[in-house]
């Protein structure tokens, strides 16, 4: 299939932008009103949807409860749920290549980590069709002969599922299958920067034969995402986006007491001791600061480095910097692509320059970045800044860019206190080769994930989430299947009751 072919909607011109309505219900829905995207590479508008609000989200959550309550998923075999979510696999897998090129354009990120998304995504969705199968309660016999106790796995209900522009697909996908392997229905409202690929999942996802009503799509900005976070017939919301909106969605969504699943903001680290392997822990700091352009939640945005070998070490990082190709994001040969929109590029030069006159210094990048293919995009150089003190905003504050901090450690304890000292807590990375040195780290770290002598390595078992200011709750592996689910405990006593309740009979079987 084709790019042009797997465009869907209320209209689209041969060469203009793509124009899609609102998913709900099995059926694309007109919007009254539209947001314009321009792609980030080149300024020129590609796509059109709907500036969703409370009534559009209102017909998609009640087109959820429609399905939910009718059982036509909830109430399906697990094997059924499974089927149709390899076969959406199946799908995302062969529509891969549009797909990707939907995610690049529209976000300014690297073609070839937008095809690894899209892997990524399909891959994930095979995993969650296996947690379908599995998913089962417990029973209790060991309460006396004549009690049995059920603890029963049922879906949630209606998720609402709020997602940000950086890995439009792949978050997605941390989240959708999971609902759906529950047996959730569910209302996807995606970010405005970044709504296609949403869109054309949904898409694959009828044609895999997805019920009715089961997935549905409003787009718009963030009055779409608080009139969803506020709805009343949403169980449960599950978010990734800034530590701003977080708390937003925590207040909004508390008129039900939804469940909430909140995936924030970052500022990671990665600890690299003298111990270490050099050339492997060199290609991960890059890798890590670097990624997705520097757009993405886990980026390892700051280098601790031991002071033995500090200096020789950023002298390698700055080579290696150069050498890192900045460029369209449908150019395969691109390594950092553009920023989102203009306000986030003006704000993540805002923080170099902020940076520099906080005393840090710049040892590779530091402005925007020119030439012919680039003068009508976002870009900026990848940038090294050393000598950055723990009181800097650029130490603290999540930047968001292609923006390395460098900070020297003596010993495992300073490396501890400067990697904890920030408010965020969602992943660090430790390079030595020493167990005696990694394991205590890991042990030490105030954050949802350690990665050790690597980085950015999330398999699809692993639970991914924050501690502090990172967000609750998690994502994929098991824990991430359960934030779907509810349980519910079943009493049962067999025989005859008489003379067992408190009032007028023995205490024995409550107390
Ligand atoms: O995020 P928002 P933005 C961080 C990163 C970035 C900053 C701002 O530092 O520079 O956030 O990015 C929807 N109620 N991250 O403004 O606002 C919005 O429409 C409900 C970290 O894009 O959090 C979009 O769908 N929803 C991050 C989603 O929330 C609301 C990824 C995310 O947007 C809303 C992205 C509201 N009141 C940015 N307001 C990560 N953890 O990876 C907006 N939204």
New binding site residues.
């Given amino acids: 299939m084709t790019a042009d072919a797997i465009r869907t909607g209320t209209s689209q011109s041969a060469n203009g932008p793509r124009s899609y309505g609102y998913f709900i219900d099995g059926a694309w829905r007109e919007p009254a009103d539209v947001l314009e995207r321009r792609a980030p590479g080149t300024g020129v508008v590609v796509s059109m949807v709907g500036a969703g609000g409370a009534a559009d989200v209102d017909a998609a959550v009640l087109a959820a409860r429609r399905a939910f309550d009718r059982g036509v998923w909830s109430q399906a075999p697990a094997t059924e749920r499974a089927r149709i979510l390899n076969r959406a696999a199946d799908l995302i897998d062969a529509n891969s290549t549009p797909l990707a090129a939907l995610d690049a354009e529209e976000g300014g990120k690297p073609i070839r980590l937008s095809e690894g998304d899209i892997a990524g995504a399909a891959s994930l969705t095979r995993y969650a069709a296996g947690l379908a199968v599995q998913m089962h309660g417990t029973t209790h016999t060991n309460n006396g002969a004549d009690h049995t106790g059920l603890v029963l796995r049922e879906p949630a209900g209606v998720a609402g599922l ?5 890995f439009p697909a792949l978050i997605l996908c941390q989240k959708l299958p999971f609902a759906l392997a529950a047996g959730c229905t569910v209302v996807v ?4 920067l970044t709504s296609s690929s949403t869109l054309e999942i949904a898409r694959l996802y009828a044609e895999a034969g997805l019920p009715d009503g089961v997935l549905n799509v409003v787009t718009g ?2 009055r779409a ?2 009139a969803l ?1 506020e709805h009343h017939g949403v169980d449960v919301l599950s ?4 530590t701003a ?1 977080g708390r ?2 925590l207040t ?1 969504s508390q008129g039900n007491l939804k469940k909430l699943s909140l ?3 970052g500022k990671a680290a990665n600890i690299v001791f003298a111990d270490a392997d050099l050339e492997d822990a060199a290609e991960g700091v890059i890798f890590g600061a670097f990624f997705n352009n520097g757009e ?2 886990v980026s390892q945005a700051r280098l601790l480095v031991q002071d033995s070998i500090a200096d020789a070490f950023v002298t390698e990082l700055e080579a290696r910097a150069r050498r890192v190709r900045v460029g369209q994001p449908l150019d395969h040969a691109t390594d950092v692509g553009a920023m989102i929109d203009p306000g ?1 590029l003006e ?1 993540v030069l805002g923080h170099i320059s902020q940076g520099r006159t906080q005393g840090a210094k710049v040892v590779a990048g530091g402005s925007r970045a020119t030439g012919p293919a680039l003068d009508e995009g976002l870009f900026v150089q990848p940038t090294i800044l050393d000598g950055v003190g723990r009181d800097m905003s650029v130490f603290r504050e ?1 930047i ?1 860019g292609p923006v390395l901090t460098v900070s020297r450690f003596c010993d495992a304890e300073e490396a501890i206190a400067l990697a904890n000292s920030v408010d965020y807590g969602l992943a660090n990375s430790v390079w030595s080769k020493n167990v005696d040195t990694v394991l205590p780290m890991a042990k030490a770290l105030k954050s949802g994930t350690v990665y050790v002598n690597t980085t950015i390595d999330a398999p699809p078992t692993l639970p991914f989430g924050g501690y502090k200011a990172s967000g609750v709750g998690r994502e994929m592996g098991q824990a991430g299947f359960e934030e779907f689910t509810e349980l519910k405990s079943v009493s049962i006593r067999t025989g005859k009751r008489s003379g067992t309740f408190a009032f007028g009979g023995t205490h024995e079987r409550t107390a």
Avoid: Q, R
Avoid at 162 to 166: A, D, E, F, M, S
């Fill in positions: 709020i997602t940000p522009w950086n409202k995606p970010s405005e900005d963030g995402g608080g976070a978010f990734t986006g800034s909106t937003k969605i909004a995936e924030l903001g993405c939640c986030h704000s999540e968001f």
